[in-house]
């Protein structure tokens, strides 16, 4: 197992790829600490999985003071963080639909950058002193290309794309800095996947379509393919590499 004996903490672990992750860490041998504002889907997390070597927390990833908290909760446990998978994230589409386009841009920015960033620099506290750890940072392929005009998804305005940019940018600037320490920094990149943030979409016969013919392997993903390649990032297989985006996109960005 990769990651035997290391400690984890999975942001937005309550559904979709971070409940996959949360999982996938399990089996490689990790202590989780899974994390989310969800209670109830933390709940069902627990029920389902019924291992000593998960804990969950209830995180605000906006706020300065629970980021720190669920790291503070991760060390309880074994001393020290190895790893942060930063997978807590929204879109438009989840907000309310009379908030106007300012309201939308912040709470999507707040969520999926600041969210990082303040969980990030608070892993950072801990992994810098220790001399190693690794965080893997949960993107899309949307903060590398533009939506594609033939899905219903932006008007150029949007702040999931914007957001998901900020991040692929933290990574790079993170991992170069921080990487002569011990810590690396990477991204996971998924092209559409089947997840929370798209089964409102997908129900759209038209839509799902799209979605699938615009990946060259003409299907979307699952959150498990997705979560295999953030646990190959935060195992020591993957010792040589840092500040990298990996796309796990069906070809999508290859096009």
Known sequence: MKLTDSVALITGAASGIGKACAQRFLEEGATVVACDI???????????????????????????????????????????????????????????????????????????????????????????????????????????????????????????????GAVVQMTREMGVRFGAEGVRINAVAPGFVYSPLTENVVGNPEVHAEMKRLHPMGRMGQPEEIAAVVAFLASDDASFVTASVWPVDGGYTAQ
């Open 38 to 164: 969800d209670g109830a889907g933390l709940e069902q997390l627990a029920a389902e999985t019924i291992q000593s070597s998960l804990h969950t927390a209830h995180c605000d990833v906006t706020k300065r003071a629970d980021a720190e908290a669920s790291v503070q909760q991760a060390i309880s446990l074994g001393g020290r963080l190895d790893c942060l998978v930063n997978s807590a994230g929204i879109t438009p589409r989840t907000l309310p639909p009379e908030a106007d386009f300012e309201e939308r841009w912040d709470a999507v920015m707040e969520v999926n950058a600041k969210g990082v960033f303040l969980m990030s620099y608070a892993a950072l506290a801990v992994m810098r002193p220790a001399g190693r750890g690794a965080i893997v940072n949960l993107v899309s392929i949307m903060g590398m290309v533009g939506y594609p005009t033939s899905l219903p998804f932006s008007d150029g305005f949007t702040a999931y794309p914007h957001s998901k």
